[in-house]
């Protein structure tokens, strides 16, 4: 990726805060010059960058109970993103090899998408799974991230997520 591109979707994703839609117009407009899938993970790229800052100015400060599902789901949902239950989402599967979520929160992504026409299911993909997939192996290198991209919004009323234990051999 051309770096004055990704310089300039970083500054959109760094002043876009609540509202993606004008970092997504911006996206879509230099996709018309360099092809939509660069310039995703271009944004990909940021998104990864702000997760791990964010882990190592927090680190030190986050409490572990030893479980790595209920880590990884306290450290990115409640930590990170700031959600709650029953608020925001609910948990529908707790096993000792997976937890299930199901989130309707405000999403500025999802918000952009209506609003531009773009499909969540390859936004959320190709954007945001890779980096959550890198924080959870922050928290333990054990978990992994899956998404149910049958049960995303606006297709679904909510977008359904799964932290997973990797199978140990």
Request: charged letters at 30%.
């Amino acid at each position: 990726m051309n770096n004055k591109y990704y310089q300039l979707v970083r500054r959109q994703y760094e002043n876009s805060r609540e509202n993606s839609t004008e970092l997504f117009q911006t996206i879509l407009s230099i996709a018309e010059k360099v092809g939509l899938d660069d310039v995703l993970e271009c944004l990909q790229q940021c998104v990864i960058e702000k997760r791990l800052l964010w882990w190592d100015r927090n680190v030190k400060a986050l409490k572990k109970i030893g479980n790595p599902l209920i880590d990884g789901y306290k450290i990115f949902y409640e930590s990170y993103l700031g959600l709650s239950i029953p608020q925001d989402g609910k948990i529908v599967e707790l096993t000792d090899r997976q937890l299930v979520t199901r989130w309707w929160n405000y999403c500025p992504t999802l918000e952009a998408c209506q609003t531009l026409g773009l499909d969540t299911r390859e936004i959320c993909k190709k954007v945001y799974h890779k980096p959550v997939q890198v924080l959870l192996l922050k928290i333990d290198p054990s978990l992994r991230f899956k998404r149910n991209y049958d049960a995303l919004r606006p297709y679904t009323p909510y977008c359904e997520e799964i932290i997973a234990l990797e199978a140990s051999d």
